[in-house]
């Protein structure tokens, strides 16, 4: 790349975005150090420079889905938005062995589950799919963006122009819409799955690597007799009838197996999944019969969506089903069931079969198949014991004003709001600082957290080690992370996911800028538990709306060893 003086100019402001040339490496979702030439995204590699990365990933890390991609603080929007992210695939052939709290008893990875009954324990099918919103825009003749009359991004391309990501001008709450692409999956725009045999059951695991859009994925038969005329392709403009007409068949049930890549106690089965920037998803799948059908989303509520805005349904591609087994879709679940829980029988030790083989036939009170994974969930709970002499760390989101007029995006450590000049502020709250640590922690502790947004929601990432989610909370106090909930506004993205392990969670809030008041209602709050294990040194949490993250909506957090006597040791004081 060529040289990037923004890079290295000391008097720049760091919340606002710079050093387009440098960058550095993020593997999201690791359980590795952050420090040194691991995951380390304090570092800035910058023009010229050359750098190996190298991870330790330790023996008892947990398979599953994750993703890399650039965290160079002043341009991470612009490099992750242009392309460069892509899916980190943690594999295992751990059984869980031991009878369930029996000494030495250990749970083991679903990789060993989701294979055939068979003597060779083939693996099912699996694939991975990398959703990103490339929102480039054309250059004009003189090689600069193009503007329309009223100063936004004139997002046209003419033949011969070059599409580009250069300003971020061209993020903002909406511009994803307007800009009118389409969300590619692993750099493909609508793509066709083949090779997916009816009846049998795929891992399919989905990762969020865009910045600006909520994808909610849904899988419905489609009707091709309708897809004559102007409706055999897509396009933005009739998307809303290709929808209804080609779309429009029964939607496909899936389990929701593991969630930011680790597997959940209690799969969820849905017809539809959010996932917010950040996140993973990986469904077990069992299409009921050969036919073609649409991967679409339906729309996205303001409340519910990453832009604040209210998202038209989308179309992602075609999944085209071979083979000729029939199951009715209501059998779809039951169906899986009867897959996995031969697989147990075939290839699961004798002193975890049993609770295995119960677990995955586990029915609600009407009968619905609600199978569990008990004996693959990585991180035992944290329980009420761990944190009972810990104090919770409080984190706000909030986005205000600063003392120049300027829109400052900062993340605060108090719920306590105070006047700011005309404003309302979360007391303490900051833009992002290089030189100041946030949070210092001590290894081996556990803590409850609870998460906030005073303005806008915002989807919060933290590095090294995951969370449990414990309850989120509406603003009437309702807990909407218990199963087959759906709260007023239609939204069930939080639905099921209490007691689930992840590392990024969409802290929803019903305030927009200029709502806050004292005291501060109609907020969510989100509890979640972590534990500070193996690992010390400093790295970062912060919005994954990555551009808010570049202009300041992140801070600094430290993990130290025990000095013994409960604080962090200095080493030679």
Known sequence: MPPDPSCTNASGTVDSP???????????????????????????????????????????????????????????????????????????????????????????????????????AKPFAERTLVFQQIQYACTGTDGKLKY?????????????????????????????????????????????????EA????????????????????????????????LVNPTKTNLPEFLKQVCSGFQVPYQVAAADGLTMENSITATNVTLQPGYRYDLLTVFPEAGVYCMMEPGTTQSASVSNQTEPANFLGFVAVSGSKKIAPADVTKTLVDILTASAKAHMPADVQEQVIADLNKVDAKNNPTPKFTRFVPHPTVTDDEVKDTKQEDLVFFIGVGDANATQFAVGNSFDVIPYADYLVPKGAAPYSPDRVDRNLVLGTAQQWELRSYSVSHPFHIHVNPFQIMGIYDPDGKDVSLPDVTEADGDNQFAGLSGAWKDTLFVKTNLN?????????????????????????????????????????????????????????????
């Open 18 to 120: 710079h050093c387009f040339n440098g960058t550095n490496l993020h593997s999201h979702g690791l359980w590795v150090s952050p420090t040194g030439n691991s995951d380390n995204v304090l570092l800035s590699l910058n023009p010229g420079v050359k750098f190996q990365y190298e991870y330790n990933i330790p023996a008892d890390h947990p398979a599953g889905t994750f993703w890399y991609h650039p965290h160079r603080h002043g341009s991470t929007a612009l490099q992750v938005s242009s392309g460069m992210a892509g899916a980190l695939i943690i594999k295992g052939d751990r059984k869980p062995m031991g009878k369930a709290g029996s000494p030495g008893a250990v749970n083991g990875d679903l990789d060993t589950l989701l294979v055939a009954a068979t003597p060779d």
């Open 148 to 196: 329309n009359s009223d100063g936004s991004i004139d997002w046209s391309c003419k033949p011969g122009e070059t599409g580009v990501i250069e300003s971020y001008n061209q993020f903002g709450p909406g511009t994803w819409q307007q800009s009118g692409r389409w969300t590619s999956i692993n750099g493909m725009v609508l793509p066709t799955f083949t090779g997916i």
């Open 199 to 230: 009846g049998q059951v795929e891992r399919w695991r989905t990762i969020h690597a865009g910045v600006r859009d909520t994808i909610n994925l849904q899988f419905v038969r489609a009707n091709l007799n309708a897809a004559q005329g102007a």
């Open 513 to 573: 800028p200029g709502q806050l008041t004292i005291p501060p209602k109609n907020y969510y709050r989100m509890v979640i538990r972590t534990r500070y294990q193996r690992y010390i040194g400093e790295f970062v949490l912060h919005c994954h709306i990555l551009d808010h993250e570049d202009q300041g909506m992140m801070q600094n957090v430290s993990i130290g060893l025990n000095d013994g006597s409960g604080g962090i040791s200095r080493g030679h004081h």
